[in-house]
């Protein structure tokens, strides 16, 4: 399984930005796909994360009405749209794919894609 993960960028506070995840090889409908968070020092967090098959999603209690998580069956792609965006947003996402219920812990996500920075200014 191949992730290449998209979209980031340097915005204002207040904006919105949209992260693409091309997924491709492998049997999607077994996996968890998720988004992670690493900030400059800190450890990667999950973020949001839906499941292939029945679109069940979770998010981090940080992030809930503020980010939505989709995904496209036809252009196998995972979404992440960020609205009113704030300085504390601002890391390297990564997307990745997982077996299991969305599992919060990176331990449990086999394949990664190579990160995208998104830097919110206040």
């Known amino acids: 399984v191949q992730l290449q993960a998209f979209g980031g960028g340097t915005v204002q506070a207040g904006d919105s930005l949209r992260l693409s995840c091309v997924v491709s090889g492998g049997a999607l409908s077994v996996y968890s796909m998720s988004w992670f968070r690493q900030a400059p020092g800190k450890e990667r967090d999950f973020i949001a994360g839906?499941?292939?098959?029945?679109?069940?999603?979770s998010y981090a209690d940080s992030v809930k009405g503020q980010f939505t998580i989709s995904r496209s069956n036809a252009e196998n792609t995972v979404y992440l749209q960020m609205n009113s965006l704030k300085p504390e947003d601002t890391g390297v996402y990564y997307c990745?794919?997982?077996?299991?219920?969305?599992?919060?812990?990176?331990?449990?996500?086999?394949?990664w894609g190579q990160g995208t920075q998104v830097t919110v200014s206040s």
């Open positions: 990745a794919a997982g077996a299991g219920m969305i599992p919060k812990s990176s331990q449990w996500y086999a394949y």
């Open positions: 839906i499941r292939w098959t029945g679109g069940i999603t």
